[in-house]
């Protein structure tokens, strides 16, 4: 590996942080936070030292940036950055420990939306300002704004993209990946103004609007209120949030198809059709149990009023599903009271998550449907042996490296998320609590069941379980195996 290259360009990335950090700066010198101003400028001063280390000590680096440089690159920036990130909350007093700074600001840049805070309401209004804006940041992805801000990156932009990017393969919008970067930022940036926009017109007062556009758009989930989305009370606001959460953990790739008015494209992509289907269908599923079960099926045996209404059960169905389908962690309603058949169903609904090249989280539905396609194959090949057969996507071949990664993905998903749950009930975490939080953090999504439910919190949680849930965050954000082969050998070796 060429660590020089690799230093170079993370050097970079945190000169990019210092700057990104003047607005959240900003916002805490306009409510004058006091502590929480002198956090974010000694984290400029620190970000800015570092990446003039880099400048002062290493030469500029012509090579260009093969794939384990590429992938070293994208883990460092997204570790440092974190690592960074955290200095506010922890200098001004809001998180006790580091630990728990660094916990709450990879949930943050990994949109997972987990939190330590008990009461959100008495932060000041820059640190709700920070949770959200990297909820907005790591949404986009780090370093797709990188790719997207630098100029003329050639192939090492590409893999540097291709390296943080989600699902199976990447797809190119434009020749240059440059250009591509720009016009996936422009979407997000069109999408986030639109929500925005139509948050104020919902009555939602500004500063509020500001931080549930950004976590909206990153399907992250961090609110400004203890009771999430559900403290409003607002139907409006559900069925916008709802549309936006939905956009938001579609492929961002389909719009631009739209924007070139290849709307076939759009209505054939077997992804997009799987990920519909498996939101009526679960939300049928989750109505017809909510309204018909029997009061003793609920936790506490009591049914809410609302579930007696088949309207306002639709009402909690639809937004619950969308929330844990698109991996966004919002709530307007206490699902871990539910009956068990819909919270077990919202568990496995985890694992799946949303599209590829979207802000979601999880396995992937395209990596879901490849395994359903091979499935049927060799289903097929035990009655036919003889049988030779394409897995199609979209009605295009796929070539069977996507299929092996799909299915080795998958297979090392389970494999983390059994022994991380395993790690946390040797910490004296109860099984249901273990399972449903390695689960959501993996999937990026924020509340699982028992205590870290979505009326609860992570405060309870040991302080090593903390760091091994940051840890499940960001495996699950860089989809595992970039952060994984940093560990390997094979990865140091030239």
């Known amino acids: 590996m060429n660590i020089p290259v690799v230093l170079s360009t993370v050097g970079n990335f945190v000169l990019m942080l210092a700057g990104i950090l003047l607005v959240p700066l900003g916002v805490a010198i306009y409510h004058k936070n006091g502590e929480v101003i002198w956090g974010f400028a000694y984290t400029i001063i620190i970000a800015g030292i570092l990446g003039g280390l880099k400048k002062a000590f290493l030469r500029k680096e012509s090579a260009e940036i093969g794939v384990r440089e590429a992938l070293a690159t994208v883990t460092f920036s997204w570790i440092i950055c974190i690592f960074l990130g955290a200095i506010p909350f922890w200098y001004s007093g809001v998180c006790t420990t580091y630990g728990d700074a660094i916990f709450e600001t990879t949930s943050g840049f990994t949109t997972t939306g987990a939190s330590i805070f008990k009461d959100v309401e008495v932060l000041p209004y820059s640190i709700l300002f920070w949770r959200a804006f990297t909820n907005w940041l790591g949404g986009m992805g780090i370093v797709v704004i990188f790719v997207a801000l630098l100029p ?34 422009l979407i997000y940036l069109a999408i986030t103004i639109t929500l925005l926009v139509l948050l104020i017109c919902g ?27 559900a403290y409003f009370n607002s139907l409006y606001v559900e069925i916008i949030v709802s549309i936006f959460m939905f956009i938001c953990a579609c492929n961002f790739s389909l719009y631009y198809m739209c924007y070139q008015k290849e709307f076939p494209k759009v209505f054939k992509n077997s992804e997009v059709r799987f990920f519909i289907g498996l939101i009526l269908t679960a939300i049928l599923f989750s109505v017809f149990i909510l309204y018909t079960s029997q009061p003793e099926a609920f936790s506490g045996g009591a049914k809410d009023s609302r579930y007696y209404n088949l309207g306002s059960t639709f009402r909690y169905a639809i937004f619950q599903i969308l929330t844990v389908t698109t991996a966004t962690g919002y709530s307007t309603t206490d699902f871990d009271l539910w009956p068990n058949a819909c919270r077990f169903l919202l568990v496995l609904l985890l694992f799946i998550g949303a599209c590829a090249g979207s802000t979601g989280g999880a396995i992937k539905c395209v990596r879901i449907v490849l395994l359903l ?116 050998p094979i990865m140091w070796k030239r």
């Open 152 to 185: 003329a990156m050639g192939v090492s932009g590409y893999q540097l993209f291709s390296a943080e990017v989600s699902g199976p393969s990447t797809d190119r919008l434009r020749p240059r990946i440059g250009e591509t970067a720009k016009l996936l930022l």
């Open 203 to 229: 009555g939602m007062p500004v500063f509020d609007a500001f931080c549930h556009t950004f976590s909206t758009v990153s399907t992250g989930g961090f609110s400004t209120k203890n009771t999430s989305i």
């Open 373 to 488: 396609k091979s499935s049927m194959r060799e289903f097929g090949k035990i009655i036919r042996p003889r049988m030779i057969k394409h897995v199609k996507l979209n009605g295009k071949s796929v070539s069977e490296e996507i299929i092996m990664e799909s299915s080795v993905f998958f297979v090392i998903y389970l494999g983390f998320f059994g022994l991380a749950t395993l790690a946390l009930v040797a910490l004296n975490t109860d099984i249901i609590t273990a399972f449903s939080a390695v689960a959501a953090c993996m999937a990026n999504f924020g509340p699982g069941l028992g205590q870290v439910g979505p009326m609860s919190n992570y405060s309870d949680i040991s302080y090593t379980g903390k760091w091994i849930l940051s840890f499940c965050m960001l495996l699950g954000r860089l989809e595992i195996y970039s952060l994984i082969l940093l560990f390997l």
